[in-house]
């Protein structure tokens, strides 16, 4: 299978269905996207969306770059990695991934990171693979309520 990775810069009926079939894969309690929610990930200037396409032109994965400018430089943060089954261990992940970090260095971050629970072995596989290294770190939460 050979794979495309591209930036999106337009939503489509194709995106906001493709979208909401991978979203499951990663969190069973996120809410379906609508063109609206996508449109506002695709404007942001602090976020750029990557699809992942088969030789079928299907949309097989999906990865969010965020951008945020520290006193220390500007960082980047990978987001919502998510590979489809069908596609898994087909190279689309690591292919996402080094466009990412190809657009990151491009724009002058100094660096990326991400987080990924412990359980999602094969997940954390990849980000070894392509250079990310784990950090001795804590990782706090605050919940919201609304």
């Not at 032109?57 to 520290?70: A, P």
């Not at 359980?119 to 950090?135: H, I, T």
Request: glycine share 6%; aromatic share 6%; hydrophobic share 45%.
């Amino acid at each position: 299978m050979t794979i495309s990775v591209t930036s999106v810069s337009d939503v489509t009926p194709d995106l906001v269905e493709a979208m909401n079939r991978l979203l499951p894969e990663l969190s069973s309690s996120a809410s379906p996207l609508s063109a609206k929610d996508l449109r506002e990930i695709v404007d942001s200037p602090a976020t750029v969306l990557f699809i992942a396409r088969s030789d079928l032109q299907t949309i097989v994965g999906t990865l969010t770059l965020v951008f945020f400018r520290l006193p220390t430089g500007m960082r980047a943060w990978i987001e919502d990695v998510i590979v489809g089954p069908d596609a898994r261990g087909l190279g689309v992940g690591v292919a996402l991934c080094q466009t990412a970090i190809r657009h990151a260095a491009e724009s002058g971050a100094v660096s990326i990171d991400l987080t990924s629970r412990p359980s999602r072995v094969a997940a954390n596989q990849l980000y070894k693979k392509v250079g990310f290294q784990q950090r001795e770190t804590n990782v706090y939460r605050y919940a919201v309520t609304r």
